[in-house]
């Protein structure tokens, strides 16, 4: 089984910065693409970003510029460092990834953008 823990969530005004982190142990022998989605109520999940094992990054149209993923292979961790911040990024994040024998998504951490 593998398990992630999130972390860096929080509240910050608008025009903040907030880093997020995403740490994943277990039974891993390899990983994949890794990825940040947000969810608020009433919404689907939807794609922040992404980072492939090469990484080859992806983002969403409405983050493009303010929002930067990385990955530490040593340390099976992705990071998305998330600056400029708006009030409609305000969401609960997951982070996942593709390791080993599936798909596996972490807690969430809420992020509040708000004067």
């Known amino acids: 089984q593998v398990q992630l823990v999130e972390s860096g969530g929080g509240l910050v005004q608008p025009g903040g910065s907030l880093r997020l982190s995403c740490v994943a142990s277990?039974?891993?022998?390899?990983?994949?693409?890794m990825g940040w989605y947000r969810q608020t109520p009433g919404k689907q999940r939807e794609l922040v970003a992404d980072?492939?094992?090469?990484?080859?990054?992806n983002y969403a149209d409405s983050v493009k510029g303010r929002f930067t993923i990385s990955r530490d292979n040593a340390k099976n961790t992705v990071h998305l460092q998330m600056n400029s911040l708006k009030p409609e990024d305000t969401a609960v994040y997951y982070c996942?990834?593709?390791?080993?024998?599936?798909?596996?998504w972490g807690q969430g951490t809420q992020v509040t953008v708000s004067s």
């Open positions: 996942n990834i593709y390791a080993s024998y599936g798909r596996y």
């Open positions: 277990g039974s891993i022998f390899s990983i994949g693409t």
């Open positions: 980072i492939t094992s090469s990484r080859s990054t």
